[in-house]
């Protein structure tokens, strides 16, 4: 099993749209989460960190499931700047390494 | 607002040379990380850097690999002979004083711009 999987996509939405986005990691001892984005050929973005609470910054909503083993985000009224991959990201290690899913790609049309 | 600075952007080499990259991590943080990312696959671990060492490395990060912190402000990544299969995105990231277990703060990464390494 991957250390972290994601439906790759794409997401195809209209403009105003709500996506959702799992993403499943395989560590169960796993203890700190991310949402990253990134646009084509740039670096990743930290977009957000994911709390066991679940937490919301504007329109974006992460969630935690550690029984299930899996993470979500959730984007309201989707803007075309949305456009971007979204990267799942799971701390190994006791240095912070990261690892990466392969990403989820959205495309938000006019 | 600060942010992780990369050079080159762009460094085209012949296979058999050495090549370094190099970075400027954010000026407070003291966790500084390699990654890179092949065309169209995900981002890897690399190595991690603290306090003028290696702290973890990767099974990509061989003895080709090496890291260093020449000065107070740059952090560089060394490969001795590249490879083809070495042609990827390299990012440097930082991120704030040591991760702390008890919570996410210091686990934040923020990444540069990346190297586009090609190696021909």
């Known amino acids: 099993r991957k250390e972290v999987e994601q439906d790759p996509g794409p997401f195809n939405v209209p403009e105003g749209a709500t996506v959702a986005f799992n993403c499943t990691y395989s560590?169960?001892?796993?203890?700190?989460f991310f949402w990253y984005r990134q646009d084509c050929r740039k670096e990743p973005k930290l977009l957000m960190s994911v709390y066991s609470s679940g937490n919301e910054d504007g329109r974006f909503t992460a969630q935690l499931n550690r029984a299930s083993q899996y993470i979500s985000l959730l984007i309201r009224d989707s803007k075309l700047s949305d456009s971007a991959t979204y990267l799942c990201?799971?701390?190994?290690?006791?240095?912070?390494?990261?690892?990466f899913g392969k990403g989820t790609k959205l495309s938000v049309k006019p | 607002e600060p942010e992780v600075t990369q050079t080159p952007s762009h460094q085209v080499t012949q296979m058999g040379q050495e090549v370094i990259l190099r970075c400027v991590p954010i000026s407070n943080h003291l966790y500084f990380y390699w990654y890179r990312q092949i065309l169209g696959q995900k981002v890897e671990f690399l190595v991690s850097f603290y306090n003028n060492e290696i702290s973890e490395k990767s099974e990509i990060f061989d003895d080709q690999f090496s890291v260093e912190r020449p000065d107070g402000s740059n952090f560089t990544l060394k490969i001795r002979s590249t490879k083809l299969e070495d042609s990827a995105m390299y990012f440097c990231a930082s991120s704030v004083p040591p991760p702390s277990p008890w919570g996410l703060a210091g686990y934040e990464q923020y990444f540069g711009p990346g190297t586009r390494l090609t190696v021909t």
């Open positions: 990201v799971v701390i190994k290690g006791s240095q912070g390494n990261l690892i």
């Open positions: 560590n169960s001892a796993s203890q700190s």
